[in-house]
C-alpha cells in the first residue's frame, strides 16, 4: 500500500514539474491533501519559458561596453529558440 501511494506521488511529481496544478493532481491521483488556494494555477520551472517571452525586467541586462571589450550589443548570453544558452 505504502509503494502504491510512494508511486502516486512520484507521478504527481512528475505532473506537477510539466506544469499540471496541483489541485488537479490531488484529484486525479487521490492524494488526500486539502485543496490549496493557489492549487489551480500550473508552474513551469524557469528553465523552461520559451526565448521571447521573458519579461524586460527578469532579462539580464548587457553588458557596458568598455574600450577594447565586446560592444553592448555583442555581449552577453545568446539564447536560443529554446531559451538555453
Given at each position: 500500500?505504502?509503494?502504491?501511494?510512494?508511486?502516486?506521488?512520484?507521478?504527481?511529481?512528475?505532473?506537477?514539474?510539466?506544469?499540471?496544478p496541483f489541485n488537479e493532481?490531488?484529484?486525479?491521483f487521490d492524494l488526500g491533501?486539502?485543496?490549496?488556494?493557489?492549487?489551480?494555477?500550473?508552474?513551469?520551472?524557469?528553465?523552461?519559458?520559451?526565448?521571447?517571452?521573458l519579461q524586460q525586467s527578469?532579462?539580464?541586462?548587457?553588458?557596458?561596453?568598455?574600450?577594447?571589450?565586446?560592444?553592448?550589443?555583442?555581449?552577453?548570453?545568446?539564447?536560443?529558440?529554446?531559451?538555453?544558452?
Open positions: 500500500m505504502q509503494a502504491a501511494r510512494r508511486d502516486r506521488l512520484e507521478s504527481a511529481k512528475t505532473g506537477f514539474d510539466m506544469g499540471i493532481l490531488n484529484r486525479v491533501f486539502k485543496s490549496l488556494p493557489w492549487g489551480n494555477t500550473g508552474f513551469l520551472p524557469s528553465r523552461l519559458v520559451a526565448a521571447g517571452s527578469a532579462a539580464p541586462a548587457a553588458p557596458k561596453s568598455v574600450e577594447g571589450g565586446p560592444k553592448s550589443d555583442e555581449g552577453g548570453p545568446k539564447l536560443t529558440k529554446a531559451g538555453q544558452l
